[in-house]
């Protein structure tokens, strides 16, 4: 069974829509939850990281958590085309010292 | 701040020739320092992580290994590549439970 679950994509959405990545996992005890975004050939960058259940923003970002459910989502505002990347979750299951990472999703933003 | 650097950018080595990629971080003392994989087209693989000096654990049984022989530097090793070990094989680096934050990354070819 896979740690972290992301569907594929890809994703396509218009400038200016709401994006909606979703992730799952499987380890009930995970404490942490990133999104990093990564373009082609290059290395991911970290977006937003959540730790408590519910929603945190920034920017145009928002991270939502539900631990009950084990999944953890990212929304972006008014999306961009240079929004368009492969869009990664990352969990630190309850061993602490690891992350976990799902195999990302693909957005693209059409203009 | 912190920094991570890692080297070579690209290489393209002989199927059974040796390999040795390096990783070393500034700014922090004591971090964690993992070494992932990522296949063209696919997900981030956990190979090793360590918490400190000769600290390895390792993920993935296969022909690489990895080494810590001081507090910021990492190494990852083979004896002999395998044409499976192409990719792109990125270093990174933690303060615990904190964000993970990843080097530019090594691509690797094997012929």
């Known amino acids: 069974q896979k740690e972290v679950e992301q569907n594929s994509g890809p994703l396509s959405v218009p400038e200016g829509a709401i994006a909606s990545l979703n992730c799952t996992y499987s380890d009930r005890g995970s404490q942490s939850f990133f999104w990093y975004r990564q373009y082609s050939g290059k290395s991911p960058e970290l977006i937003m990281f959540i730790y408590s259940n519910g929603d945190k923003e920034d920017g145009r970002f928002t991270a939502q958590l539900n631990k009950a459910s084990q999944y953890v989502s990212l929304l972006i505002r008014d999306s961009q085309p240079s929004d368009s990347a492969t869009y990664l979750c990352?969990?630190?299951?309850?061993?602490?010292?690891?992350?976990?990472f799902g195999s990302g999703t693909k957005l693209n933003v059409k203009p | 701040s912190q920094t991570i650097h890692q080297w070579p950018a690209t290489l393209v080595q002989p199927v059974g020739s040796p390999l040795s990629l390096e990783c070393t971080v500034e700014?922090?003392?004591?971090?964690?320092l993992y070494w992932y994989r990522q296949a063209a087209g696919r997900g981030l693989q956990l190979l090793f992580y360590s918490v400190g000096i000769g600290q390895i654990s390792s993920e993935v049984p296969q022909n690489l290994s990895a080494s810590r022989p001081q507090d910021r530097q990492f190494i990852l090793s083979s004896k002999k590549l395998l044409l499976s070990d192409s990719g792109f094989y990125l270093c990174?680096?933690?303060?615990?439970?904190?964000?993970?934050?990843f080097g530019e990354g090594s691509r690797l070819t094997v012929l």
């Open positions: 990174a680096w933690s303060e615990g439970a904190g964000e993970l934050f």
């Open positions: 700014g922090t003392s004591n971090p964690n």
């Open positions: 990352a969990v630190i299951p309850y061993n602490f010292n690891k992350f976990y």
